[in-house]
């Protein structure tokens, strides 16, 4: 059972950064796709990015093209998020999560799941 955990959350000012984590213990991801989803209060969650198992093609929501960049590190069984120019709608809980095909975009597409770090950007 692979066990996900986030972290790296904070809260930030307008137009700063933040780089999140997400460890995998209790197996290898590096044959799982992997992605970033994130939740604000009172919405549904909603995907943010994703990589494929190479750690090569990438596909980000609109909203944060340009701003964020995800990465991985098979090696250490890490996936990354940098967050740069952060907007306070950015603001939310961000989740890890596995998926066993590329380019997929909802939530039932993934199976494991961390349990999240909060993100706050003020104005």
Known sequence: QVQLVES???????????????????????????????????????FVATISKSGGPTYYADSVKGRFTISRV?????????????????????????????????VHEYHYWGQGTQVTVSS
């Open 74 to 106: 098979n090696a250490k069984n890490t996936l990354y998020l940098q967050m740069n120019s952060l907007k306070p709608e950015d603001t939310a809980v961000y989740y890890c999560a596995t998926a066993n095909y590329w380019l997929v975009t909802e």
């Open 8 to 46: 790296g959350g904070g809260l930030v000012q307008a137009g700063g950064s933040l780089r999140l984590s997400c460890v995998a213990s209790g197996g290898t991801v590096s044959g799982y796709t992997m992605g970033w989803f994130r939740q604000a209060p009172g919405k549904g969650r909603e």
